[in-house]
């Protein structure tokens, strides 16, 4: 719950993997197991060590929506689609894209507890690279994007994910997937996070 997709000039930079090739685990009891299943592979923070849960009593909570002409805003709190051992008492992810110039990702949110890593993923189709602490591209020098954050609560580390070829996924995306996963820092129980994504300058 909670996640979005962002295009940049007509090329997805940050995905949804979408599913991988039907098997009978995908259909089984055992479905979650599956990666692109997970909501850690999806654009959405782990909390505490703890992803989302399925069933229906994990869900989102107080939307909001407005739209203008040079500016889109939406945000809602994410804490309900977690389970008890995320240690979450609310989670409030916001989303404001401005047209023509950035996309901004916000979370702020309080826990009970502090007791285990808690981290803001994101799911990439287009390399990623950490220039210097606070920057990391996506995608090519010329024509990529800036993730711009606070290295001071932030620490981010990229994983490549190999597709294989016989995968329903890779006649989509290719050889290569990647994650990229900012730390929180510290053991505070409340924090004000903040993402931008822009065009490199």
């Given at each position: 719950m909670g996640t979005f997709i962002l295009y940049y000039n007509g090329t997805p930079a940050l995905?949804?993997?979408?599913v991988d090739t039907y098997t009978a685990k995908t259909f089984s009891k055992e479905r979650y197991s599956i990666?692109?299943?997970?909501?850690?592979?999806?654009?959405l923070p782990?909390?505490?060590?703890?992803?989302?849960k399925d069933g229906l009593e994990f869900k989102a909570k107080n939307s909001s929506y407005t739209a203008e002409k040079d500016k889109v805003?939406?945000?809602?709190?994410?804490s309900s689609a977690y389970p008890k051992e995320a240690k979450v008492e609310n989670?409030?992810?916001s989303y404001t894209l401005l047209r023509g110039?950035?996309?901004?990702?916000?979370?702020?949110?309080t826990l009970s507890e502090n007791v285990g890593d808690t981290q803001l993923n994101f799911m990439a189709s287009l390399e990623p690279k950490i220039i210097k602490p606070g920057i990391l591209r996506l995608g090519q020098r010329k024509g990529g994007l800036s993730m711009q954050y606070d290295p001071e609560i932030l620490a981010p580390t990229i994983e490549t994910i190999?597709?294989?070829?016989?995968?329903?996924?890779f006649s989509i995306?290719?050889?290569?997937?990647?994650?990229?996963?900012?730390?929180?820092?510290?053991?505070?129980?409340?924090?004000?996070?903040?993402i931008t994504v822009e065009p490199e300058k």
């Open positions: 995905i949804d993997v979408g990666w692109t299943m997970q909501s850690g592979y999806h654009n782990t909390i505490n060590g703890v992803d989302q805003s939406y945000s809602l709190d994410i989670w409030q992810r110039e950035k996309f901004e990702i916000s979370d702020s949110y190999t597709i294989e070829e016989d995968s329903r996924l995306w290719g050889e290569q997937l990647y994650r990229i996963r900012f730390k929180v820092l510290g053991s505070t129980t409340a924090q004000n996070l903040n």
